[in-house]
């Protein structure tokens, strides 16, 4: 008895129509292009995030070279209107002469350090740039630039900026 009211009732269907299947398959492409939509804004959110946090690491390492550098230097020397800077001092320890000269290769951000005359070392700041800031009073002596780094490429470029006034050593 259970059997044929079975077969009476799969006899009365025939399948799905073609609006059905429409239907279906519209739903399941909103479904599933929702689904790549939000995957693509949490790892495009997240590459912004990292490439961010690169920036801000790139431009405090610079910042920090130079102020270093700067703190170090008896004399400053701004040649042409922004680059080369030149950076020169004496170490009170050994006597050594120290030249430090910051220059811009390929919109990127150069550091040559010379001892005694002679090459010691060569550092590249990757995605690195610097621009001077002119000083107001000519009696200052206070090094301004700004650098800025920028990482990543279309949406997810970021750049990240820093001013910094740094004052040279006095000489003795």
Known sequence: MMMKRIKSIIKGQVGLTLIELMIALAITGIITSTATMITFQVFDGEARANNHLD???????????????????????????DFPLTLTWTNWEDDTTHQVVYSIEANELKRDHYIDGGLNDSHIFEHVNCERIPNDDPEDTKLNFKLTATVGVGSQQVSEQRVYSITPRPSI
């Open 55 to 81: 920036a801000i690491s790139l431009v405090q390492n610079a910042g920090r070279e130079i102020s270093r550098d700067a703190g170090m230097a008896q004399a400053a020397v701004w040649t042409e209107e």
